[in-house]
T-cell receptor, first 114, second 113 residues
Framework: AQTVTQSQPEMSVQEAETVTLSCTYD???????LFWYKQPPSRQMILVIR??????QNATENRFSVNFQKAAKSFSLKISDSQLGDAAMYFC???????????FGQGTRLTINP | NAGVTQTPKFQVLKTGQSMTLQCAQD?????MYWYRQDPGMGLRLIYY???????DKGEVPNGYNVSRLNKREFSLRLESAAPSQTSVYFC????????????FGDGTRLSIL
């Protein structure tokens, strides 16, 4: 069974600095997708970024980028120029190609210090 | 753009009461999902519906039933609520499994006393 592990329950960063959130996963599949979701205090689940396993190039969305290491089964999220609005729980998630189930990690709570 | 709409947003029940959580999406998505979120455990899949007319168990289905009423609506029912079902419940939908990300509703906070 696939599993997703986020080893950092909490992280904090100074406003305008860069922070990296870690995620590792375990799978025997070769085709899959990885996602980072943000959950602010409003409780919404907001898609931040996604990565297709077959793509070697790391995904980027404005200030958010990933470091995808397929052999190491690692999928970290880098947030550059952190802003107060980035404060939230961040969840890493895995989905095998064509499968219904989205497997979530336990989440990392990110605090932004002004 | 409504996206995925869940009702109610908050509910308090007594042990043994029944309750149906409603979910509707307006994105013409084929697949719909129900998750529960407990502190420190991320989201866990309760049930899903791959397409209209089908439903399947997820990771934690015990104590729940679902109905895919039509393509838009997917409801979750607690027949006899228990304190262990106190949680935040999320509905989600997407058009193509694995490829497309899931779109989530705003969640329902359910407390069972």
């Amino acid at each position: 069974a696939q599993t997703v592990t986020q080893s950092q329950p909490e992280m904090s960063v100074q406003e305008a600095e860069t922070v990296t959130l870690s995620c590792t996963y375990d799978t025997s599949e070769s085709d899959y997708y990885l996602f980072w979701y943000k959950q602010p205090p409003s409780r919404q689940m907001i898609l931040v970024i996604r990565q297709e396993a077959y793509k070697q190039q790391n995904a980027t969305e404005n200030r958010f980028s990933v470091n995808f290491q397929k052999a190491a089964k690692s999928f970290s999220l880098k947030i550059s120029d952190s802003q107060l609005g980035d404060a939230a729980m961040y969840f890493c998630a895995y989905n095998t190609q064509g499968a219904q189930k989205l497997v979530f990690g336990q989440g990392t709570r990110l605090t932004i210090n002004p | 753009n409504a996206g995925v709409t869940q009702t109610p947003k908050f509910q308090v029940l007594k042990t043994g009461q029944s309750m149906t959580l409603q979910c509707a999406q307006d994105m013409n998505h084929n697949s719909m999902y129900w998750y529960r979120q407990d502190p420190g455990m991320g989201l866990r899949l309760i049930y899903y519906s791959a397409s209209e007319g089908t439903t399947d168990k997820g990771e934690v289905p015990n104590g729940y039933n679902v109905s895919r009423l039509n393509k838009r609506e997917f409801s979750l029912r607690l027949e006899s609520a228990a304190p262990s079902q106190t949680s935040v419940y999320f509905c989600a939908s997407r058009t193509k499994p694995g490829v497309q990300p899931q779109h989530f509703g705003d969640g329902t906070r359910l407390s069972i006393l």
